[in-house]
């Protein structure tokens, strides 16, 4: 079990950027997979984006690749995500995700979250 803490989140125009914030801590926080989803009013849960322990493979939402890039700064166990070109589409709560590596998937399977950061994009 590992808590996941997010920031960044905030009120951004169409075709503006913004960056989230997520820190890892507790048991095994420095050999986990870390994930971004994302959940708009009224719709499911959707993968964002992933990246392994090691920062080296990275995983994106087909929809989104090319205008987000998740990055990890393993020193302090922190995932970033970077939104570019933001559309009012991608308002949403996006929440940090984590669970060990097992050789599965980057996309699914996790079974740690975090508070959630809201995303809100104005047109």
């Known amino acids: 079990q590992v808590q996941l803490v997010e920031s960044g989140g905030g009120l951004v125009q169409a075709g503006g950027s913004l960056r989230l914030s997520c820190t890892a801590s507790?048991?095994?926080?420095?050999?986990?997979?870390m994930a971004w989803f994302r959940q708009a009013p009224g719709n499911e849960r959707e993968f964002v984006a992933a990246?392994?322990?090691?920062?080296?493979?990275?995983a994106y939402a087909d929809a989104l690749k090319g205008r987000f890039t998740i990055s990890r700064g393993n020193l302090k166990n922190t995932v970033f995500l970077q939104m570019d070109n933001l559309r009012p589409e991608d308002t949403a709560v996006y929440y940090c995700?984590?669970?060990?590596?097992?050789?599965?998937?980057?996309?699914?399977?996790?079974?740690?979250w975090g508070q959630g950061t809201q995303v809100t994009v104005s047109s």
């Open positions: 507790g048991r095994a926080f420095g050999l986990i997979i």
């Open positions: 995700a984590a669970k060990l590596p097992r050789g599965d998937s980057l996309r699914a399977g996790y079974d740690n």
């Open positions: 990246v392994s322990w090691s920062g080296g493979v990275t």
